[in-house]
């Protein structure tokens, strides 16, 4: 919907999306605003800004996902 309306769509708006095509939007945002916590929650134990470049290489060598946080 978004880019049929012309809209630019990131990376987190776009698993936002594919997770509210899978289930009901109120599942859907309480998903994203557990994603949004965990990357607040990172970035700041971190110091580091969100989606800097650094972070997403060191996570490509070693096959994790950006900024996940173990628990």
Known sequence: MAR???????????WALRV????NHNKAACALANKIARI????LK???PYG???RREENKKTNRTAYAVAG
């Open 52 to 54: 800097s470049q650094t």
């Open 4 to 14: 049929q309306a012309g809209h630019q769509v990131d990376g987190l708006k776009e």
């Open 20 to 23: 509210q095509g899978r289930t």
């Open 40 to 43: 607040c929650y990172a970035v």
């Open 46 to 48: 971190r110091h580091e």
